[in-house]
């Protein structure tokens, strides 16, 4: 004959307490967020950083160049110049 191990029923799932401190609310402020070494607040930070300087380089492109990448041509459409040097027209 086999035994069978009863074990013992879970105790039901204590929902979390709303009051309590985490990553996110653990203390205000920017300070609080620069100055952090919890993992992931800096991790939060970096992917904000990361996202704000995409958008911010994107804007210095168009600012730099503002008819790259239009419909019209720029980066890709073939380029004839205008003038040519002397030493390209001699012969």
């Known amino acids: 004959m086999t035994t069978i191990a009863v074990e013992p029923l879970p105790q039901p799932y204590e ?12 203390a ?4 609080s967020w620069l100055l ?18 995409f958008f ?3 804007a210095f492109r168009r600012a730099a160049a503002p008819g790259a990448g239009d419909a019209e041509g720029g980066f890709s459409s ?6 040519r040097c002397s030493r390209c027209t001699a012969s």
Request: no cysteine.
């Open 15 to 26: 929902a979390r307490p709303i009051n309590r401190a985490d990553y996110l609310n653990h």
């Open 36 to 53: 952090t070494l919890d993992h992931k607040r800096i991790a939060l930070l970096y992917l904000g950083s990361i996202t704000l300087f």
């Open 56 to 58: 911010v380089g994107g």
């Open 28 to 31: 205000y402020g920017v300070r």
């Open 78 to 83: 073939p380029r004839t110049p205008t003038t």
